[in-house]
């Protein structure tokens, strides 16, 4: 069975850094597309970044310069190194695993950031 975990979230000030982590479990993730995604107030989830089985990485524009998102197959974890964190990156933030092609998409728990001073 699959499983997610995500940690790192809470609250920091603006201009700070928090780094996000998400442990897969279940499956051999080196596979798979990882990625991250943001939920805010009020708001739709939406991809943040994810990093292809090929290496290809992808930020959305409001991230780019700010936010590192990095994996390890050997223990089946991406992270997410935010910096420069502004009031807007305030949301859950989710892990997501998935495999083009096929059904396999998976999500985490979801962990919150607050971004406020």
């Known amino acids: 069975q699959v499983q997610l975990v995500e940690s790192g979230g809470g609250l920091v000030q603006p201009g700070g850094s928090l780094r996000l982590t998400c442990v897969a479990s279940?499956?051999?993730?080196?596979?798979?597309?990882m990625g991250w995604y943001r939920q805010a107030p009020g708001k739709q989830r939406a991809l943040v970044a994810y990093?292809?089985?090929?290496?290809?990485?992808y930020y959305v524009d409001a991230v780019k310069g700010r936010f590192t998102i990095s994996r390890d197959n050997d223990k089946s974890t991406v992270y997410l190194q935010m910096n420069l964190l502004k009031p807007e990156d305030t949301g859950v933030y989710y892990c997501?695993?998935?495999?083009?092609?096929?059904?396999?998409?998976?999500w985490g728990q979801g962990t919150p950031v607050t971004v406020s001073s």
């Open positions: 997501n695993v998935w495999r083009q092609g096929t059904d396999d998409d998976y």
């Open positions: 990093y292809g089985r090929d290496g290809v990485m």
């Open positions: 279940g499956a051999d993730f080196s596979i798979y597309t």
